[in-house]
C-alpha cells in the first residue's frame, strides 16, 4: 500500500459527522468598481490600461515586439511573433504573454483565467511579463460574483491572479517575480 492509500484509509476510518457548509454572505460594494479595481490593481503591482478596440492592444504588442521581445499572443484577432509549442518548457525565455481574462475583481484588483485560454497551464505564471484583456462589462465587486458564474468541469483548471509574482518571505524583503511574472499589465476594453 503507498503512503497516499495508507492516508486515504485512515481518513475513511474516521468518523467524523457531516456538518454543512458555512454560509457565506458579504454584500458586495459596487460604488466605484472600476475606481476600485484601479486602486487595488496598483496596490498590488499592476497596472491598468483602459482601451476601447483591441488594436490598441496590439499597438503595445507590435512596439514590444520592435523592442525585440518575445511574445505569445493568445487573444483572438492580435498577433504575437512566437507559437504556443507543445511542450511548455520551451517558454522558459518568453518575455511577455497576452491571454483573455473571464472576469475582474474589483476588491482584490485580480481577474480570473481560464487554463483554455492560456494553452498551457504554466504560461501566465512563466513568462517574464503578462498581460490580459478582460472586458469592462465582466467587473464586478468581489471574489464571490465571479464564483457563482464560473462553471470549471472536472479536471479543468481556472485561476484568480492578482498582478506580479511577489514574496516577503525572506527577511520581509519583496520580492518582484519570484514565482511568476516580474509585471502585469491589464487591459480593460470598455
Same mark, same amino acid.
Given at each position: ?50 482601451v476601447k478596440e483591441l488594436s490598441e492592444v496590439q499597438?503595445?504588442? +507590435?512596439?514590444?515586439? =520592435?523592442?525585440?521581445?518575445? /511574445? &505569445?499572443?493568445? !487573444?483572438?484577432?492580435?498577433? @504575437? ?55 469592462? +462589462?465582466?467587473?464586478? =465587486?468581489?471574489?464571490?460574483? /465571479? &464564483?457563482?458564474? !464560473?462553471?470549471?468541469?472536472? @479536471? ?35
Amino acid at each position: 500500500m503507498s503512503s497516499r492509500d495508507a492516508i486515504f484509509a485512515a481518513l475513511d476510518k474516521c468518523n467524523l459527522p457531516d456538518a454543512p457548509m458555512p454560509s457565506i454572505t458579504i454584500e458586495p460594494n459596487n460604488e466605484d468598481l472600476m475606481g476600485q479595481y484601479e486602486a487595488n490593481l496598483t496596490k498590488v503591482g499592476g497596472t491598468l490600461v483602459r482601451v476601447k478596440e483591441l488594436s490598441e492592444v496590439q499597438a503595445h504588442l +507590435d512596439k514590444a515586439m =520592435a523592442d525585440g521581445q518575445s /511574445v &505569445v499572443c493568445r !487573444v483572438e484577432g492580435l498577433n @504575437g511573433n512566437r507559437e504556443l509549442d507543445a511542450k511548455p518548457h520551451t517558454l522558459q525565455d518568453l518575455d511577455l504573454a497576452l491571454i483573455d481574462a473571464e472576469a475582474a475583481v474589483a476588491e482584490n484588483g485580480a481577474v480570473f483565467v481560464r487554463e483554455t485560454a492560456s494553452g498551457h497551464r504554466v504560461l501566465p505564471y512563466i513568462t517574464e511579463n503578462l498581460a490580459v484583456v478582460v472586458k469592462a +462589462d465582466t467587473l464586478v =465587486a468581489n471574489m464571490h460574483e /465571479v &464564483v457563482k458564474n !464560473v462553471k470549471l468541469e472536472s @479536471g479543468q483548471h481556472g485561476a484568480f491572479i492578482a498582478g506580479p509574482s511577489k514574496t516577503a518571505d525572506i527577511e520581509q524583503a519583496l520580492v518582484i517575480g519570484a514565482h511568476g511574472a516580474c509585471s502585469m499589465t491589464v487591459y480593460m476594453l470598455d
